[in-house]
């Protein structure tokens, strides 16, 4: 997994990890039931291992899977998070997971296709535990400060089309922290350490599928403003003073907002705006 701040968290002992939920393996027809989702899950392909979900959800793009295609992995050999980071993802623990999108947007909306699924991703694990999820910019979910899930995407385009997009999410579920690598440990979570139990990956994963197509709809239908607005509330980052580190340069602010490009807005220290577009910011100061 990738970095994410530290914060305190709960440790649990070995014997608490078992149980049916802990061992319940992931399946087409175990996600299908009772879905009731009307576009994503419209094929859905579980595998034991693969490299990367992503990548074998492009390689099914590219040979012509539809909008709401989902691929499924019990545990990935090649787990990429953002910026070239590895994705730590051990078996039958969590929850590694890609779709296929096709939405009816130009190119430079569906880039916000990443901000969106922050948001499904939050919405999701706000049922599960007892603590708020957080977004840390641009698309990390943390439980107290600790990161829980990541979101890589790929947006495949011509001039003023969209072909498709990836969005690749990978939830800790039951990945207790004392498996988890000592360099990570300080700085990631599961929904289990939180929740003080392991969780049954099935309806989690259903839960997830009806989110996504929720915002998704959503996104189409009223444009990002609505997205923004729940990213923000999501984010706390209103006020926050940070440091931001970016291909362009390191500034230092407080966060405005994200506002409607799917921008991070600073207000710098020396009196400039910035927009943030890509990179990583870091809270100095404010919310928790």
């Known amino acids: 997994m990738e970095a994410s701040p530290a914060r305190s968290g709960i440790m649990f002992s070995a014997r608490q990890h078992t149980g049916p939920a802990f061992r319940e393996a992931l399946t087409a027809d175990g996600v299908l039931r009772d879905l009731g989702t009307k576009r994503l899950g ?8 693969l490299a990367s979900t992503n990548r074998t959800a ?3 793009a590219e040979a012509g899977a ?10 990935q050999t090649r787990g990429q998070g953002r910026m070239g980071r590895t994705w730590v993802s051990p078996p039958n623990l969590n929850l590694y997971i ?11 909306e ?10 499904a991703v939050a919405d999701t694990l706000k049922d599960h535990v007892p603590c708020t999820p957080r977004i840390k910019w641009p698309n990390d979910i943390l439980l107290r400060g600790r990161k829980v899930a990541g979101i890589l995407s790929e947006l495949i385009c011509e001039p003023a089309q969209t072909v498709f ?13 004392t498996r988890m690598s000592p360099d990570i440990r300080e700085r990631a979570t599961s929904v289990m350490e939180e929740a003080g139990a392991p969780v049954d990956r099935l309806p989690v994963t259903r839960s997830l599928v009806r989110n996504m197509e929720s915002r998704y709809i959503e996104f189409e239908e009223r444009g990002f403003a609505p997205i923004a607005r729940s990213w923000n509330a999501y984010a706390r980052m209103q006020g926050c003073r940070v440091r931001a580190r970016t291909s362009e340069g390191e500034w230092v602010g407080r966060v405005r907002e994200l506002d409607g490009n799917g921008f991070l807005v600073l207000e ?11 990179g990583d910011v870091f809270l100095m100061e404010g919310a928790p």
């Open 42 to 49: 419209s094929r859905i392909e579980v595998y034991p291992e």
């Open 58 to 60: 492009h390689a099914l």
């Open 66 to 75: 539809p909008d709401g295609a989902i691929v499924i992995a019990e545990s």
């Open 98 to 108: 890609s779709f296929v999108l096709r939405p009816g947007l130009d190119p430079a």
């Open 110 to 119: 569906s880039a916000k296709t990443t901000l969106m699924a922050a948001v």
């Open 165 to 177: 997009v990836i969005v690749g999410i990978g939830i800790n579920l039951n990945y207790p922290r």
């Open 268 to 278: 710098c220290d020396d009196g400039r705006t910035e927009r943030v577009v890509s």
